[in-house]
């Protein structure tokens, strides 16, 4: 019931499915509706609350539980939105696992932890499956769908199908890879951006507009492959421009940062007068940034019905 569980039951809730939010601490439930309820208020208010049903009705299909037995009782898909520990993880599929069907889909929304340390040894490791969101879910659709090699196809169908019904952008990946693509794409920006700021080439600051005002743009509405396929006639027109200055510019890149020292001080300084590290700035900030991405998400949704 933390954070992403919690974004995870109004998306659900939003597409008209009851949902059972699990944890140990009643009082935990008990903050985790009250937090769901205001922010529901506030998006139907504001226009941005999703799905056809209102505030009240969505609202009422969410419930909490703190006896797991009870709360997957009926259940057709199970998220597990646990603390990002390996061993925590395990033990709650370990405890699924013993009360579950042969239809139930077991889902973990885990950002980096492979399917293989996840599920291997289950005896319903063919209904698991990882469905990686994006911080928040409600405003950020993608879903990274991730199979165990003994998952079943049926059940990666079955995700994807659902994932979909809900509003989501649920991608594919054919095997497990460490960081899946998100954040493997990510690793990469951040890699090159911290060498940039700690060669001195541009501030903080500026490094983060060049990526705000400049690749964000762009990357908001089309990929990185279409924008090479856009930015010339065609890829292979793209590769026979570019392909040497991209060998020549990636051939320059450093070694992997070891993202502390002198240029993590440099940085921290910059994003602290940015915004303070003090959680009234920082919740601030992220609700700014959530209004940003629920105002960019009805964009994108109006584009791509026109």
């Known amino acids: 019931s933390g954070l992403i569980g919690r974004s995870w039951a109004m998306v659900f809730a939003a597409a008209g499915f009851r949902v059972k939010l699990y944890d140990i601490v009643q009082q935990q439930i008990t903050s985790a509706l009250e937090s769901i309820r205001k922010q529901m208020k506030e998006l139907e208010e504001s226009g941005f609350l999703k799905g056809a049903l209102s ?3 969505q609202l009422a299909l969410i419930s909490g539980c703190t006896d797991l037995k009870a709360a997957v009782e009926g259940a057709t898909f199970i998220q597990e939105c646990t603390p990002e520990n390996l061993d925590l993880k395990k033990k709650i599929f370990g405890q699924l696992d013993l009360i579950i069907d042969d239809n139930v889909i ?3 929304s885990t950002s980096c932890l ?8 289950l005896k319903h490791v063919k209904q698991c499956i990882v469905s990686h969101p994006v911080n928040p879910p409600y405003f950020v659709p993608l879903v990274e769908i991730v199979p165990h090699p003994e998952t079943d196809p049926s059940t990666t169908e079955r995700t994807y199908a659902l994932m979909k019904k809900i509003g989501q952008s649920p991608v594919k990946l054919n095997k497990e890879v460490e960081g899946f693509v998100l954040n493997r794409l990510q690793y990469a920006v951040i890699s090159e951006a911290w060498r940039l700021v700690g060669e001195g080439v541009v501030s ?3 490094l983060d507009l060049v990526m705000s005002d400049g690749l964000g743009m762009r990357y908001a509405f089309i990929g990185p ?3 090479m396929h856009l930015n010339a006639e065609g890829i292979s027109n793209y590769c026979e421009r ?3 200055g991209m060998r020549l510019v990636l051939n320059t890149f ?6 502390s020292g002198e240029t993590e001080q440099k940085i921290s300084q910059a994003m602290s007068e940015k915004i303070p590290v003090i959680p009234k700035h920082l919740d601030s900030r992220r609700e700014w940034r959530d209004e940003c991405l629920a105002h960019l998400a009805k964009l994108k949704k109006q584009m791509k019905s026109d």
């Open 114 to 121: 492979l399917p293989t340390k996840l599920f291997t040894g």
């Open 204 to 206: 903080p600051t500026d």
């Open 106 to 108: 077991l889902s973990s």
């Open 225 to 227: 492959l279409e924008t």
């Open 55 to 57: 505030a009240e009705k």
């Open 242 to 244: 570019y392909c040497e």
């Open 254 to 259: 450093g070694p992997l940062p070891e993202f």
